[in-house]
């Protein structure tokens, strides 16, 4: 597999992402599911407004209170956040 054809796999595996989180968002059956597709669209349309929630994720911290407090006091790995 060459270059050209692994980032058109790319490219088509990120258009079919985006066509369920739309249709998660019309036909959803809970809020929170439609709040969640709307979350990941907005990430994939606007990726510089979410570039330190992604670093942060990258560290470990999934914006749980556990890890706030632990990236408050200096902590770089939380490990439940791992096994989520």
Same mark, same amino acid.
């Given at each position: 597999?060459?270059i050209v054809?692994?980032?058109?796999?790319?490219?088509?595996?990120?258009?079919?992402e985006v066509? @369920?989180?739309?249709?998660?968002?019309k036909?959803?059956?809970?809020?929170q599911?439609?709040?969640?597709?709307?979350?990941k669209?907005?990430?994939?349309a606007?990726p510089?407004?979410?570039?330190?929630?992604?670093?942060q994720?990258?560290l470990?911290?999934?914006?749980?209170?556990?890890?706030k407090t632990?990236? @408050?006091?200096?902590?770089v790995?939380?490990?439940?956040?791992?096994?989520?």
């Amino acid at each position: 597999m060459g270059i050209v054809e692994y980032e058109q796999l790319k490219l088509r595996q990120k258009e079919i992402e985006v066509r @369920a989180l739309v249709a998660l968002m019309k036909h959803g059956r809970t809020p929170q599911r439609k709040t969640y597709a709307e979350k990941k669209l907005c990430e994939i349309a606007f990726p510089e407004d979410h570039i330190e929630e992604i670093e942060q994720a990258k560290l470990g911290y999934c914006g749980c209170d556990f890890c706030k407090t632990a990236k @408050a006091n200096g902590m770089v790995y939380d490990l439940h956040c791992k096994e989520l």
